[in-house]
């Protein structure tokens, strides 16, 4: 780190406002909401992590997140990059799934199994818990507890694991940390089925208090800033100032118990480093409402009457789909995906498929299961990939699959150039029936669409409006993997509606497809925010015998194509 050329015995380390504004605070509780690249992680959760594994020491800490898969490939990492930037090192200050060295303290309570854990030098234990299988972390006990994207944290289940912060009162009461919380997100959208959990903890907050821990801390500050000239001017410290120093840190640390701060703060926090450049892009490549949300920190408001899909909601998702496939997989081993992962696959039974095709190719893979079509996983290729690819991706995941049947069902399109051997959908169907290397694959893929007339998109809307609303009972339940077919959902919940008029006068509804163009440039947003995804989810269920159950359906003539 560098030195402050005016205190050479300080380090200097730059830090926004915001930052700096919650160090000083120090509070028993955060609940911080920020903007995208805001720092949330590796700034401002990772210094605050420091202080409290300072302040208490061989203390047990949980850390949730939504997924183990996700704390694996980005919570964690983002800690870790946090840290390191503030100097910790790897195998020096923590280690990662492992027994830590015998140099390092041990924590107060003995710990068996050091997998899915981080381990500092001075016995502090951090263990990962994921919310999906939140029976990881219950018996257990904690001095705090945290965690990162606290949206995707489902109250109910982070409730359960809240009370689990308890225990060891006489080791470690004296730290205005015990007992509390550290969680991070950018803004909630119940429109998308997060969870707004966070934003009732702004109640908590006693403004008077934190005005009160404030003044304390510029207080504190500006002492420690005049010993430490003072240090370096006469090389020796200043009684006066550092008994001073005590009085006033002994009066931070009390008015800082059973403290809570909630804050919102949007990307401009860090303008400085980010540059407006980086707000017209994400300005141009979000669109003004994703903006507001992710960017501003806007609460979003529901738009049902903007929304395709109007009644597509939290009940036509599910989030225990994972078993116990993870454990085996520590914090820095590589995760290979696979149907094993899944609760609800039934592996001796057919699995169903939705595929939209063009320039990039978008598949949804379900199952059938009595009243209930069940989404599980959702595949997809971008330029330079394509169809060999997406073949390779869904022999991959379901090489465990013990009955290879697969029925798609597809866009007309893709069956163009078909007499030539040269549609997409025979292309998708050889890329599973045969290996990169010319195998059979023992899969057997059934076309289900070929020769289909056209879905129109004003049929799509009346039939996902009576399938979705869930009053015909003839109609299956329609549930969605919430992390496995996340973009899936995302893409649905995103895509608009819009009404035309035709050239006779009337008005239709219709899908606003401007997104597909929109986003064709940016392949880390494509997936979530265009219809894609939304088209291969309505060939999936917009099927002949779903239709003919309908009131619409009932109506017509199954013999003409065009109706179908």
């Not at 994921?130 to 018996?139: C, F, V, W």
């Not at 403290?259 to 703060?265: E, R």
């Not at 819009?498 to 929109?518: L, M, W, Y």
Request: aromatic share 12%; net charge positive.
């Amino acid at each position: 780190m560098p030195q402050n050329p005016q205190i050479p015995n300080a380090d200097l380390q730059l830090a926004n406002w915001v930052k700096q504004l919650v160090l000083m605070m120090a509070p028993k509780n955060l609940y911080f909401i920020g903007g995208r690249a805001g720092g949330k992680t590796t700034d401002v959760l990772a210094e605050r992590w420091q202080d409290i594994v300072w302040d208490m020491p061989g203390a047990q800490f949980a850390w949730a997140a939504d997924t183990y898969l996700n704390a694996q490939k980005n919570v964690v990492p983002s800690l870790v990059e946090g840290w390191e930037r503030l100097g910790w090192l790897e195998d020096v200050h923590f280690v990662i799934d492992q027994r830590p060295p015998d140099r390092f303290k041990k924590p107060y309570k003995r710990v068996f199994d050091f997998k899915h854990t981080i381990t500092t030098w001075n016995g502090c234990h951090f263990k990962i818990i994921s919310m999906d299988r939140p029976s990881t972390g219950a018996g257990d006990s904690y001095q705090h507890v945290g965690g990162d994207e606290a949206k995707y944290l489902e109250k109910k289940k982070i409730d359960k694991l809240f009370p689990a912060a308890r225990g060891e009162w006489v080791r470690f009461h004296k730290s205005v940390y015990y007992r509390g919380h550290s969680f991070a997100t950018d803004m909630p959208d119940l429109a998308h089925n997060e969870d707004d959990w966070i934003l009732n903890m702004a109640q908590r907050m006693d403004p008077e208090q934190m005005f009160l821990i404030l003044s304390a801390a510029k207080e504190l500050n500006q002492i420690r800033i005049e010993f430490y000239e003072a240090l370096e001017e006469n090389k020796e410290p200043n009684v006066v100032l550092e008994k001073l120093a005590q009085e006033w840190s002994a009066r931070w640390v009390k008015a800082r118990r059973n403290s809570t701060f909630f804050i919102n703060v949007s990307s401009f926090i860090n303008v400085d480093i980010l540059t407006l450049d980086f707000f017209l892009d994400a300005l141009s490549s979000l669109g003004w409402l994703e903006f507001k949300k992710s960017v501003l920190g806007v609460k979003p408001t529901l738009r049902k009457g903007d929304s395709f899909y109007p009644n597509f909601n939290s009940a036509n998702t599910f989030k225990d789909g994972n078993n116990n496939y993870f454990d085996k997989y520590g914090l820095k081993e590589t995760i290979q995906e696979s149907s094993l992962q899944l609760k609800y696959c039934r592996s001796r039974d057919e699995l169903t498929a939705g595929l939209d095709v063009g320039a990039s190719l978008w598949l949804l893979v379900g199952q059938k299961q009595g009243g209930v079509e069940r989404g599980l996983k959702s595949f997809y290729t971008m330029a330079p990939d394509w169809i060999r690819e997406l073949g390779n991706q869904f022999l991959s995941y379901f090489a465990n699959h013990q009955k290879k049947v697969l029925k798609i069902y597809h866009d007309r399109s893709a069956n163009q150039y078909k007499k030539v051997g040269e549609d997409l959908a025979t292309k998708v169907k050889k890329a599973i029936e045969v290996d990169r290397h010319g195998q059979r694959t023992g899969w057997y893929v059934k076309l289900m669409n070929e020769g289909q007339g056209n879905l129109s998109q004003a049929d799509e809307y009346e039939f996902m409006m009576e399938l979705l609303s869930g009053q015909n009972r003839k109609l299956p339940q329609v549930m969605l993997d919430f992390y496995n077919c996340r973009q899936v959902i995302s893409s649905i919940e995103n895509t608009p509606i819009i009404v035309k008029t035709n050239a006779k006068g009337q008005k239709t509804i219709q899908k606003d497809k401007s997104t597909e163009k929109k986003y064709a440039d940016r392949p880390d947003l494509l997936p979530s925010f265009s219809t894609n995804f939304s088209d291969a989810f309505k060939y999936w269920l917009m099927r002949k015998e779903y239709i003919r159950l309908t009131k619409k359906g009932q109506k017509l003539k199954f013999s003409d194509p065009s109706t179908y």
